[in-house]
């Protein structure tokens, strides 16, 4: 069971980047797809979640219309496409799955719930995390 970041990399602030997220080794279909971040000396915070079996998305308001999220079913891959980045999106990311049968609520809940700080400090609620991958932005 794997989950891959990828794609992270050195932008001036304006520019765009696409991180990757590839999933292996389990049924991809069955789960919502969280996307974080965490900056030096700062808590791991959420950022974007879709849940893969439809679509739902869900954006933190301060990546709200710069950043897209997406997957493709087929290649097992969730994207986070970013543009207009800016300074302080500079953290190292990753991608976490949380399985679709958690908590009894709608996708787009599980979604907002997920993203949450208080989430990332829960025991239980995230089946796999992936390897961070680094981002930064310069002025």
């Known amino acids: 069971v794997q989950l891959q970041a990828s794609g992270g990399g050195s932008v001036q602030a304006g520019g765009s980047l696409r991180l990757s997220c590839a999933a292996s080794?389990?049924?991809?279909?069955?789960?919502?797809i969280g996307w974080f971040r965490q900056a030096p000396g700062k808590e791991r915070e959420g950022v974007s979640c879709i849940s893969v079996s439809d679509g739902t998305t869900y954006y933190v308001d301060s990546v709200k219309g710069r950043f897209t999220v997406s997957s493709d079913n087929a290649k097992n891959t969730v994207y986070l496409q970013m543009n207009s980045l800016k300074p302080e999106d500079t953290a190292v990311y990753y991608c976490?799955?949380?399985?679709?049968?958690?908590?009894?609520?709608?996708?787009?809940?599980?979604?907002?719930?997920?993203?949450?700080?208080?989430?990332?400090?829960?025991?239980?609620?995230?089946?796999?995390w992936g390897q961070g991958t680094k981002v930064t932005v310069s002025s």
């Open positions: 976490a799955a949380v399985s679709s049968s958690w908590a009894a609520v709608s996708s787009s809940w599980r979604c907002r719930i997920i993203t949450t700080t208080q989430a990332t400090k829960m025991t239980g609620v995230y089946d796999y």
């Open positions: 080794g389990f049924t991809f279909d069955d789960y919502v």
